[in-house]
């Protein structure tokens, strides 16, 4: 695919078949030529656990690869991509331990689903956790791999390792933030949307971008380019999360909506509606927010709060703010025309979905 015919939201989607071939066809020749003792079977569950997920990063890889005028075969593009996927994997698998979630893509997360299978019932969980924590460390490893295998220049692979080591620190960092203010309902908005920038605006758009834009040995003014829309769009595709966490529908979303509300996760959404509340529904988010028995019901009662304080609304004025300055950076960014068109439609996609 050339990046003149790089040009609509279906293009972006193009290279995902050769994505999902690769990572298939890596996995099982890793699960046929095992040399240790279950590690074959690890590497048909990692398998199997990528089936279903949207690819959001490694196609912005591909993206990024076109922005910065790259010319010939994309195989390499394809390649380091699904290094970012099988790397995304790690955080995935890893993110559902410390969350404790019950299911991801609509099917039982790793650790629900390897203490499933463990004999002892009072050993299940932690083997389950502790299983959990290697499959996600395997799935680093194949990435490291994947990434160290991709044909490039050299001076092209220090700029493709410096943006990945910058989009993993950074991924880190904005998880132990989101630890430390997990259950704390009085942080500012400020310090919530720190962590969605470094949780998720970085590392799903920005850092992705660059890497491929570094692939192709993109000059600064590309990588700039990659900041200036890819932040503001990470930004707002976590806001939107945010809000589908609370108020989407389950089955589409492949999760339970009370997750956030049980872990007591304080996001935009939380922190808007406790500052325009009355003190008596401040006080009943307060008793609801964290509580890990939390029902339909009260969950019901916590989305009534949120939209009446106006606090839905706010985070979709956010959103709809990042967006703009998203297409705007669009408007001046040193890419092809093709590229633009892409992007534009993927910023559309990213704030107007319902899953």
């Known amino acids: 695919m050339s990046v003149e015919t790089l040009s609509a939201e279906s293009d972006f989607f193009a290279p995902r078949a050769a994505i999902d071939d690769l990572l298939g066809e890596f996995l099982t020749q890793k699960a046929h030529s095992a040399s240790v003792p279950g590690q074959s079977a690890l590497a048909l569950l990692l398998r199997d656990f990528l089936v279903g997920g949207k690819r959001v990063r490694p196609l912005l890889c591909v993206t990024g690869w076109h922005a910065a005028g790259a010319q010939g075969s994309s195989a390499p593009a394809v390649r380091l991509a699904a290094s970012i996927e099988l790397a995304h994997a790690c955080a995935l698998i890893h993110d559902d331990i410390m969350d404790a979630a019950d299911s991801r893509r609509g099917r039982p997360t790793i650790h629900r689903l390897l203490a499933g299978h463990h004999r002892l019932p009072s050993m299940a969980e932690r083997f389950g956790a502790a299983g959990a924590i290697l499959v996600g460390d395997l799935a680093l490893v194949w990435s490291d791999e994947l990434l160290h295998t991709t044909p490039m220049p050299d001076a092209h692979r220090t700029a493709v390792l410096r943006c990945v080591d910058l989009a993993r620190a950074e991924l880190i960092a904005g998880q132990h933030l989101d630890l430390l203010t997990t259950g704390d309902l009085d942080v500012s908005v400020e310090t919530a949307l720190t962590v969605v920038r470094y949780k998720t605006a970085k590392y799903t758009v920005e850092r992705p971008l660059q890497v491929g834009a570094a692939l192709a040995g993109g000059g600064q003014p590309v990588m700039d380019a990659c900041s200036a829309y890819g932040v503001p769009l990470g930004e707002a595709f976590q806001l939107r999360d945010d809000v589908l966490g609370v108020f989407g529908d389950p089955d589409r979303m492949g999760k339970s ?8 996760k304080c996001t935009s959404l939380i922190v808007h509606a406790l500052r325009a509340a009355g003190p008596a529904e401040a006080a009943r988010l307060r008793a609801l927010i964290g509580d890990p028995h939390l029902g339909e019901q009260e969950a019901a009662e916590v989305r009534a709060i949120l939209t009446g304080t106006g606090a839905r609304a706010a985070v979709e004025h956010m ?28 910023a559309e996609a990213a704030v107007r979905r319902t899953a």
């Open 319 to 346: 959103i709809e703010e990042r967006h703009r300055q998203a297409l705007d950076a669009l408007a001046s960014a040193p890419f092809p025309h093709g590229v633009v068109r892409t992007l534009e439609a993927v």
């Open 257 to 264: 909506h009370l997750d956030d509300l049980r872990e007591g």
